[in-house]
């Protein structure tokens, strides 16, 4: 197994444990510094390894509070919400104004207390240690911690990639470690009972479209002015498209010195460049650094190379060396932090199943938007109608996708949202897994992220969104460069989903909530922009460059091995990917997955030498 990640912590509750498990902990700092931080008790209650810059933490009483992450409260904040802190309950609603993308840890008189972001960004683990229950900031602390096997059928429902459905996405790749699902919280008590609470319940949708653009517009300003600071030099995305350009104007607002990144890609009729161009020009001060396709590492390029693997497979094996490269050219010019607006397309529009409750809510709009879907998406109209009648629930959907693993997604799913679907070099046995843990979750009544199907679909494809930033951030501290991504911030999420569903998305229009909110900062040619390009010729390119390492791929993979993949029809993909019919998204998210059993394969060892008692001083 690789080695223990550079940043992680361990949340331990407020008792007595076996005498050897800290010192556990610190063989799996090896030689990096582990820090301590003491429960009033002076038990450790948090353990690891981390920046000054990544968790603070305040002492008042016999309260213990921290935050890890980005997050927009100052220490001296910090240690005035403890202050109003006397029980557990009240630690939700003293740092409800918080804004940000943090871990949120408390100790309140032998109460522990923690949780991740409701986007999923920032995840919480659990496992049984040294005769209690301990968290964890990643899943590769807990495993090493209790030297865990992998899970197969875990491993089995990652080939799902995007579709892989709510809540097996969340769980961990090794047996006996288990995810806190967001939105909910672990609070481990000084008896030793394990209890979760539900911390993060979605607004009421009920905004008009001007007034959810004002409230999404704050958010934004917030998130991103708790990232920078005026007179700071930050990199930032600028592709042409409405959610990174906004994201630069609004650091631009916020003071920012900016150092922006556009992608010219190779293909002629590509027209991010130009729109990109457009808004440069409307940025003050702005450093615009555009480089070519042909320019840059080609995609797929280190395949083979030893990396930290990270929690978890991730699909970003596709750009991994071109956006080290990028990182390294902002870091050239100054920048402290990059600025991504990835998560944008998963947050700021709701999935089209919004029809479904619409229609109930008001049927003349409701039909006009399904007619409106419709033509968009050349929908037969027997299979629209079908959708929009339906009434099964969420157990009985699931039922129905483990009997139909092997069938193509073809378009938006107007019912729960998109359908978990395994390739076709899938293995018999990876359906099977696939398809016990569908119908495990279906018979165990798993519920829905919300009652109504529009807006589940809306919520999981935001902490989709959330669940793919998590391997960006990882990648950026690999990079040297800390990689944001201010859509997945929880209060941005909420204020995205309070507005009207049909008014934040449609049939006729591009992203209405995210260019009301936009106006008058983002230039209109941008706001007005309909189209979104692709780098299909830098993909098929990328693929030619790295033939060989597919081809060794294809006679030594680990998802054969471990017969999660048929052999020869993996080798016809790998060797032949230009002959795909569609699924390309498929074909990353494998060689996500064969990328990171092979990167578990070799240790990765933090830097430093020397352990740290980081008790908070704060008082």
Not at 76 to 87: D, G, N, V
Not at 131 to 140: E, I, K, L, M, P
Not at 159 to 188: F, K, S
């Amino acid at each position: 197994m690789a080695a223990t990640p550079a940043y992680w912590f361990v949340v331990l509750p407020d008792r007595d444990l076996a005498p050897g498990l800290l010192g556990r902990l610190r063989d799996l700092a090896g030689r990096a510094v582990l820090r301590t931080v003491p429960h009033a008790s002076g038990r450790p209650w948090l353990a690891g390894c981390w920046p000054d810059e990544e968790l603070a933490a305040c002492a008042v009483g016999d309260v213990r509070l921290a935050v890890a992450g980005t997050c927009s409260l100052q220490p001296a904040e910090l240690a005035a919400r403890a202050r109003q802190i006397s029980q557990s309950a009240d630690i939700e609603p003293v740092l409800r104004d918080a804004h940000g993308c943090f871990h949120l840890l408390a100790s309140v008189a032998g109460h522990t207390y923690v949780r991740g972001s409701f986007s999923g960004q920032r995840r919480v683990y659990r496992a049984e240690a040294g005769g209690g229950t301990v968290c964890a900031s990643h899943a590769r602390v807990l495993a090493r911690l209790t030297a865990a096997e992998l899970d197969t059928a875990q491993l089995a429902l990652r080939l799902t990639g995007d579709t892989i459905a709510h809540p097996l996405g969340w769980d961990a790749l090794w047996r006996g470690v288990h995810a806190v699902l967001p939105g909910t919280a672990m609070e481990l008590t000084p008896g030793g009972e394990v209890r979760t609470r539900r911390w993060w319940q979605p607004p009421a949708a009920d905004l008009p479209l001007d007034e959810a653009a004002a409230g999404l517009r704050e958010a934004l300003e917030r998130a991103v002015a708790s990232r920078v600071r005026p007179g700071e030099v930050v990199g930032a995305d600028l592709s042409g498209g409405m959610d990174s350009t906004s994201l630069c104007f609004l650091a631009a607002q916020a003071g920012a010195r900016l150092v922006a990144v556009t992608l010219d890609a190779g293909a002629p009729t590509n027209e991010d460049r130009l729109f990109a161009t457009r808004a440069a020009g409307h940025l003050p001060g702005v450093e615009h650094l555009v480089f070519a396709s042909a320019d840059l590492p080609a995609q797929f390029s280190g395949l083979d190379e030893c990396v930290d693997p990270g929690d978890e497979p991730s699909a970003i094996v596709r750009t991994r060396v071109e956006q080290r490269y990028l990182a390294g050219q902002m870091r050239a010019h100054g920048a402290g932090l990059r600025l991504s607006g990835f998560g944008g397309d998963q947050v700021i529009q709701s999935p089209p199943s919004y029809v479904h409750g619409l229609l109930r809510r008001s049927p003349v709009a409701g039909l006009r938007h399904a007619a409106g879907w419709r033509a968009r998406h050349r929908r037969p109209l027997g299979a629209l109608t079908k959708a929009l009648l339906d009434r099964g629930s969420y157990a009985a959907w699931l039922t129905e996708a483990a009997g139909m693993l092997r069938t193509p997604v073809s378009g938006d799913d107007l019912r729960w949202g998109l359908r978990p679907s395994l390739p076709s070099w899938a293995s018999e046995r990876a359906v099977q897994l696939c398809r016990e843990r569908l119908l495990g979750a279906a018979r165990d009544a798993a519920e829905p992220l919300h009652p109504e199907r529009g807006r589940h679909a809306w919520l999981a494809s935001a902490q989709r969104g959330g669940r793919l930033a998590g391997p960006l951030a990882h990648r950026g501290q690999l990079d040297k460069l800390p990689y944001h991504s201010p859509f997945c911030d929880d209060a941005v999420i909420a204020a995205a989903l309070a507005a009207r569903p049909h008014e934040a998305a449609g049939p006729w229009s591009y992203k209405p909530l995210l260019a009301a909110a936009m106006h008058g900062l983002v230039p209109e040619a941008v706001l007005r922009r309909t189209t979104k390009d692709h780098f299909g010729y830098e993909w098929h390119n990328g693929l030619r460059h790295n033939r060989r390492t597919l081809a060794a791929w294809a006679e030594d993979s680990r998802l054969v091995a471990a017969g999660l993949a048929d052999e020869d029809a993996l080798r016809r993909a790998l060797l032949s990917p230009q002959l795909l019919l569609g699924g390309t998204a498929e074909f990353e998210t494998t060689l996500g997955v064969e990328a990171w059993l092979r990167g578990l394969e070799h240790p990765h060892t933090p830097d430093g030498t020397r352990e740290m008692n980081s008790a908070p001083t704060t008082r």
